[in-house]
């Protein structure tokens, strides 16, 4: 496939497969400057195994990236298990996956993504202690959705400030792409902010949702519809990709801010929202809440500590575009930078031996 680790900057990538079960699986480990590897799994029917690979490899930089931002003292790393998650999910298969992470002997610790659930990752720990996410009753910290989009809604505060100079949404429009896990709960606090919320989901059932628990939330068909409408701020909270040359063209918002991972189609359409004068937030900075709630279950789960932590998302948002303007640069580089420089400083300190 002409994609090795080398190329990419990862310390180590690794194949799983169980026949028996039926698990393909991939796990990528990006970085232990600051500590082991944590993030999601991501249970998904990939086209090809080329396009596996490929997402567990942004996915795991991404993470890294995340971690340094959120103060964690953890590395970066991701896995992908190929399939549906619907048809092809069983307890062998993630027992099978949980068998490869314990492999790895703490290098990685996992967690829910796209396509797993609290409920898998108990699944999982059946066979290995290097897993976050569990449900309360196994001793976890539940559905981390709850604190992603907490700290979603920090960042886009943090952004409305800069832009606007008020740190709400009240009275904005605000543009939400996917209702699922994270986006229902960011719906609720932008309508508590006193924000006006137009949205879109393929799902019937998360349309359900959102019409008997949030019926003033306004409905369009999809996502071109939504970005060319009159909304203030975007907010992609489903898959990645969702800023390319065609959808950058005619968005119509002021701020981007939303909970999808690798939101950038590709490199320089950072420097494109910029020219447009669309204000980006991060997506891995403002979509840390969730990993600041799994990596506080590694040291026994406390919530409120876990929500100040994701709150924090706010301030280091500002830092964020106060360096982008001041340096002249996307908020995207400014982010890498600072991100880069943690992992670098904090990184080193592990040469000296104690």
Not at 67 to 92: F, M, R
């Amino acid at each position: 496939m002409g994609v090795f680790a080398a190329d990419t900057g990862h310390e180590q990538v690794v194949f799983c497969q169980d026949p028996a079960s039926g698990l393909k699986a991939i796990i990528g480990i990006y970085s232990t400057a600051l500590g082991p590897a944590l993030g999601g799994t991501r249970f998904y029917p990939y086209a090809t195994e080329a396009e596996a690979l490929h997402d567990v490899l942004e996915l795991s930089r991404g993470m890294a990236y995340k971690n340094a931002l959120a103060g964690l003292d953890l590395g970066g790393g991701k896995a992908v298990i190929w399939g549906d998650p619907i048809a092809d999910k069983s307890e062998a298969m993630l027992r099978a996956f949980g068998r490869f992470v314990q492999s790895l002997n703490g290098r990685y610790y996992t967690a829910c993504d796209v396509g797993t659930y609290v409920q898998d990752m108990d699944v999982v720990a059946r066979e290995t202690r290097f897993v976050t996410g569990r449900s309360v009753e196994h001793g976890g910290a539940g559905d981390s959705s709850v604190l992603t989009a907490w700290g979603v809604f920090q960042g886009m505060r943090a952004a409305a400030e800069h832009s606007w100079g008020v740190a709400s949404l009240r009275g904005r429009r605000v543009g939400v792409a996917g209702l699922g896990k994270v986006g229902k709960y960011l719906t609720a606090h932008l309508l508590e902010d006193g924000a006006e919320v137009v949205a879109t989901d393929p799902s019937e059932h998360a349309i359900s949702w959102i019409q008997a628990n949030h019926p003033q939330v306004s409905l369009v068909a999809g996502v071109t519809e939504l970005i060319t409408s009159d909304i203030d701020v975007y907010a992609p909270c489903a898959m990645g990709g969702a800023l390319n040359d065609d959808t950058v063209a005619v968005l119509r918002a002021t701020i981007v801010a939303g909970a999808a991972n690798n939101q950038l189609a590709h490199h320089g359409i950072e420097k494109v929202l910029v020219d447009r004068g669309i204000l980006y937030a991060p997506d891995y900075v403002v979509n840390a809440g969730g990993v600041i709630q799994v990596a506080d279950e590694i040291e026994g789960f406390n919530f409120e500590r876990a929500k100040l932590r994701a709150t924090r998302i706010f301030e280091t948002t500002k830092q964020i575009l106060a360096l982008a303007d001041v340096e002249g640069i996307s908020p995207a580089t400014a982010a890498d930078r600072l991100a880069e420089r943690r992992m670098t400083d904090v990184g080193r300190l592990r040469q000296i031996r104690v």
